[in-house]
């Protein structure tokens, strides 16, 4: 695997899409910066990637530049979340992938949260945890199954297993649809 090879080309591709929120911060662009603006939410801050010399095989190195928006405590669980991001998609180009994540915990945890500094700056809300608690408990229990959303389930980073022979559901529709016509 030619890792600069595949570096340069990620590159390449940032600067095309973000343009002018692309910044390299080195002369051999193993460290650059990512704009994160989200102006519903009144945040701009900097994403610092740094790759390490096998990336994308090792996760890159993630830090943000604080901005306004973001309080100490958000801006540590969002850092937090980004690590955590970046580890699990070792070994495949993810610095897109990053912004992308790191732009919706912004809208989930920022732009849509209704919590105070004090109250959960680490992504579920109470409410989520309550819907999981019940969830457990209705399964526990076997007196009905309490069913979590998608998004409760992705907010739980909880995967969703779906048989291999499964049908999706958009070829049931058609398959139903062929039939009705």
Aim: glycine share 10%.
């Amino acid at each position: 695997m030619d890792y600069a090879e595949e570096q340069a080309q990620e590159r390449e591709a940032l600067a095309a899409i973000f343009l002018d929120d692309y910044t390299p911060l080195s002369d051999d662009g193993r460290r650059l910066q990512l704009a994160l603006s989200h102006p519903a939410a009144g945040v701009s801050a900097k994403l610092i990637v740094t790759l390490p010399p096998t990336y994308p095989e090792a996760s890159p190195t993630v830090s943000l530049h604080p901005g306004s928006g973001l309080t100490a405590p958000r801006r540590a669980a969002l850092l937090g979340a980004l690590e955590a991001e970046a580890a699990a998609q070792a070994g495949m180009p993810s610095i897109f992938g990053l912004h992308t994540f790191a732009m919706e915990w912004v809208q989930a945890n920022v732009a849509g949260g209704e919590e105070s500094e004090e109250e959960d700056v680490g992504g579920a809300g109470a409410e989520l945890a309550d819907a999981a608690a019940a969830a457990a408990a209705g399964a526990s229990a076997g007196a009905g199954e309490a069913k979590l959303t998608g998004r409760q389930l992705f907010e739980l980073n909880k995967a969703v297993v779906v048989e291999e022979d499964s049908e999706s559901f958009w070829e049931a529709e058609a398959d139903a649809e062929l039939a009705a016509g």
